[in-house]
């Protein structure tokens, strides 16, 4: 966080503060928004049928043994679409990600930041513009078509404040004052008031454009967090008792009849969760080793749609900080490059399960960067940024045009050539069929985008 600025500081402190019950919100300077979901209670459960702790928000009167209840009722429906939401905190310098060799004005704006005209690999659909160097993963996967890329994504008159600007973005529209997620309303309009993981946050606390008004929402910080034991008893002894406990026999007592049907959904439920114990998927694929939980979380996410679970919409953020005023290079370098390869991963362990045409992941950010680097070989708060669709039905080509270098907006930023709120209405109607008018305002004044094949 040491090339961060004070503002996304204040901005990661007061989220935070949001996201954890009972110590309430710290002084909101003048004209920044309370975050969405701010007003909602949080419980935690433990999911029997799943095996790990979830901080459940909203619902707070509803019981919650009927949240387990509802999780196997949806369970057993037949699986619809998944959106992942990966978030790249801080505000990601587009510049760098897909960076304009053939433009003569880039090596002038970046005398020190400028990538080398032969970095990376090229952008297929434009000759002009790179792959940065960690994001070959993304380049392997677009040349397969299975990423769209969005190179001037965002908003016009952009907020260059982490806070406001994400929180746009969280609530589908530039409103200070809407508490409520564009995907917590989109869960409002198709969710179900008793399965919290419709909704899903891999973190240790709520994602604001999860929050909704009228059905549950979860957090889960790591899938796996369980095990079964018996004091005194480990190793290969453990593991036959444990395996015989399906098979106490009840005889024709009616005591010992409750004493083995509770030690038999013990065993099932044992075998239900072997895949997940300790974090252990049994994953396809290889993922990224890192002490970041972001590869596996994606591994765990991987498995538990696998695994038929009910989940709609799942957020996760991405490794790294983004805020890059100072030393931008290493910092980007490495938080891409972990980034990359574990999306990567993530898709061919979907492919591998034969469940990737149900999976479409959304990278973004808040904003992108200045054009031109400041003194301290990093760069400022900009305006449009860069965006990502991720997964096997993507056209895999790009929406809207990369803005040039030619014509900057008054603070010398790049221009929007893309709505954030057409992608949003685009995904509403695309993958979700849902209608965008119930849950984006002012949708109709949006143009829809061609996403999917």
């Known amino acids: 966080m040491s090339c961060s600025c004070n503002e996304y500081t204040r901005a990661a402190a007061l989220r935070r503060s949001v996201a954890e019950?009972?110590?309430?919100?710290?002084?909101?300077?003048?004209?920044?928004?309370?975050?969405?979901?701010?007003?909602?209670?949080?419980?935690?459960?433990?999911?029997?049928?799943?095996?790990?702790?979830?901080?459940?928000?909203?619902?707070?009167?509803?019981?919650?043994?009927?949240?387990?209840?509802?999780?196997?009722?949806?369970?057993?429906?037949?699986?619809?679409?998944?959106?992942?939401?990966?978030?790249?905190?801080?505000?990601?310098?587009?510049?760098?990600?897909?960076?304009?060799?053939?433009?003569?004005?880039?090596?002038?704006?970046?005398?020190?930041?400028?990538?080398?005209?032969?970095d990376g690999q090229p952008f297929s659909e434009d000759p002009s513009l790179r792959w940065h160097p960690s994001l070959a993963p993304f380049a392997e996967l677009h040349a397969e078509g299975k990423v769209s890329v969005l190179p001037g994504i965002g908003y016009t008159d952009a907020d260059q404040s982490h806070f406001t600007s994400r929180h746009y973005y969280e609530v589908g529209a530039t409103?200070?004052?809407?508490?409520?997620?564009?995907?917590?309303?989109?869960?409002?309009?198709?969710?179900?008031?008793?399965?919290?993981?419709?909704?899903?946050?891999?973190?240790?606390?709520?994602h604001p454009s999860l929050a909704s008004a009228n059905v549950p929402i979860a957090a889960v910080?790591?899938?796996?967090?369980?095990?079964?034991?018996?004091?005194?008893?480990?190793?290969?002894?453990?593991?036959?008792?444990?395996?015989?406990?399906?098979?106490?026999?009840?005889?024709?007592?009616?005591?010992?009849?409750?004493?083995?049907?509770?030690?038999?959904?013990?065993?099932?439920?044992?075998?239900?969760?072997?895949?997940?114990?300790?974090?252990?998927?049994?994953?396809?694929?290889?993922?990224?080793?890192?002490?970041n939980p972001f590869p596996s979380r994606l591994a765990g996410l991987a498995a538990m749609i696998a695994a038929g679970l009910p989940l709609r919409c799942v957020t996760v953020n991405a490794p790294g900080m983004?805020?890059?005023?100072?030393?931008?290079?290493?910092?980007?370098?490495?938080?891409?490059?972990?980034?990359?390869?574990?999306?990567?991963?993530?898709?061919?362990?979907?492919?591998?399960?034969?469940?990737?045409?149900?999976?479409?992941?959304?990278?973004?950010?808040?904003?992108?960067?200045?054009?031109?680097?400041?003194?301290?070989?990093?760069?400022?708060?900009?305006?449009?940024?860069?965006?990502?669709l991720i997964g096997s039905r993507v056209r895999g080509q790009m929406l809207g045009e990369f803005p040039g270098l030619a014509s900057l907006d008054e603070d010398g930023n790049l221009r929007s050539t893309f709505d954030y709120r057409s992608l949003y209405c685009s995904i509403l109607e695309q993958w979700f069929a849902a209608d965008a008018a119930a849950i984006i305002p002012a949708a109709g004044s949006f143009a829809r985008a061609t996403l999917l094949r």
């Open 21 to 118: 019950a009972g110590r309430g919100l710290p002084v909101v300077e003048p004209g920044m928004p309370v975050p969405a979901g701010s007003g909602l209670d949080r419980r935690g459960f433990l999911a029997s049928t799943l095996g790990f702790a979830l901080s459940v928000y909203g619902a707070s009167k509803l019981p919650l043994g009927l949240f387990e209840e509802g999780i196997a009722r949806a369970q057993s429906a037949t699986p619809g679409p998944v959106l992942v939401s990966v978030f790249l905190d801080g505000g990601a310098d587009s510049l760098s990600m897909l960076f304009p060799a053939g433009h003569p004005q880039y090596t002038t704006f970046r005398p020190q930041l400028a990538l080398a005209p032969d």
């Open 175 to 206: 409103d200070a004052h809407l508490r409520t997620g564009w995907l917590g309303r989109y869960l409002d309009i198709a969710g179900t008031v008793d399965n919290p993981i419709q909704g899903l946050a891999l973190s240790d606390a709520l």
């Open 221 to 291: 910080s790591r899938v796996g967090d369980y095990d079964f034991w018996a004091s005194g008893v480990w190793g290969e002894v453990e593991t036959r008792m444990l395996e015989a406990l399906g098979t106490f026999p009840a005889g024709s007592d009616p005591e010992a009849g409750k004493v083995a049907g509770v030690i038999g959904q013990v065993a099932q439920l044992r075998t239900q969760l072997l895949p997940f114990e300790g974090g252990s998927w049994g994953t396809p694929v290889p993922y990224p080793t890192s002490q």
């Open 322 to 388: 983004y805020d890059t005023h100072a030393d931008q290079a290493g910092e980007l370098t490495s938080s891409l490059a972990l980034t990359a390869e574990s999306l990567r991963s993530f898709q061919r362990d979907l492919e591998a399960r034969g469940i990737a045409d149900r999976v479409l992941v959304l990278v973004w950010s808040e904003f992108g960067r200045r054009v031109e680097q400041n003194g301290s070989a990093g760069t400022d708060h900009g305006a449009a940024g860069i965006g990502f």
